[in-house]
């Protein structure tokens, strides 16, 4: 399979911030962190890796696909002026941003799962991974964007992509480039709002496939919490109705059921 390399010429004159593209490297994320730790000042910063040996995804868990089939890219975010109580909607509107991307330059419609996957049906098309670079109030954002993966080569049999999905524009290139466009500009409202303003959350409850949906919810202490999701707050925060309360879920790994599941 032809893969081309992105162009970084190319996205550097549609990208008005700092943009690095490297062959290889373990984590995209972990990388900008490591920038960060040695003095540099991340804020801005773009990292896109061709093959990305380590990625991450929440919980630790990894991932890995064969060279130049993923968009992998990590961004560093200026969270100064934003109340640490506005944070979680970052991978919020990254997901927010990353359905738009592709709904642009494919066509594909896509949504978001809450907290941070972006789903075609069933089918996980995307991850995001945000990360404080503490002490600071900067944080780094990471995406992984499927778009030439193949069924035999997906790490995780869940997993699709936009050439699975039967896009016809696989352009790298161009996808990137759309995903920043889209990306910075959520960044920069959510900056200027101090953390999400009316019409982020508008735009994220049109995009989510999680409200409306029953869930179950596996909290730490594998405590499970089952109902359905009814809303997404200004913290970002989930709410799922059990039936009996109305549950308040900041973290946990989230599996959408279908009606035999209900059950289980």
Avoid: C
């Amino acid at each position: 399979m032809n893969r081309a390399p992105l162009n970084l010429a190319s996205l550097r004159e549609q990208y008005p911030g700092r943009i690095d593209v490297v062959s290889e490297t373990g984590s995209t994320n972990a990388d900008l962190l490591a920038r960060h730790t040695a003095g540099e000042d991340i804020r801005g910063t773009v990292l896109i890796a061709e093959h990305q040996s380590a990625g991450r995804g929440r919980n630790g868990r990894s991932w890995s696909a064969p060279p130049r089939s993923q968009i992998s890219l990590s961004i560093g975010v200026a969270a100064d002026e934003v109340p640490a109580d506005g944070w979680g909607w970052l991978p919020l509107l990254t997901g927010v941003a990353l359905v738009d991307a592709v709904k642009s330059a494919t066509g594909i419609e896509a949504g978001v799962k809450w907290p941070n996957d972006v789903l075609v049906g069933t089918g996980k098309l995307a991850g995001i991974l945000a990360e404080v670079a503490a002490p600071d109030p900067v944080i780094v954002v990471g995406l992984g964007l499927n778009v030439t993966l193949t069924a035999a080569e997906a790490p995780d049999p869940r997993a699709t992509s936009l050439q699975l999905l039967g896009a016809d524009m696989l352009d790298r290139d161009t996808l990137v480039a759309d995903i920043l466009r889209q990306l910075s500009g959520r960044i920069q409202r959510w900056q200027a709002a101090q953390g999400p303003d009316a019409q982020l959350i508008a735009d994220y409850r049109r995009r989510s496939i999680t409200i409306g949906s029953r869930v179950r919810a596996l909290m730490p202490g594998d405590h499970q919490i089952t109902g359905t999701a009814v809303d997404v707050d200004d913290l970002g925060r989930l709410h799922i109705d059990t039936g009996a309360e109305l549950v308040t879920v900041s973290a946990g790994d989230i599996t959408h059921l279908r009606p035999a599941e209900d059950a289980g």
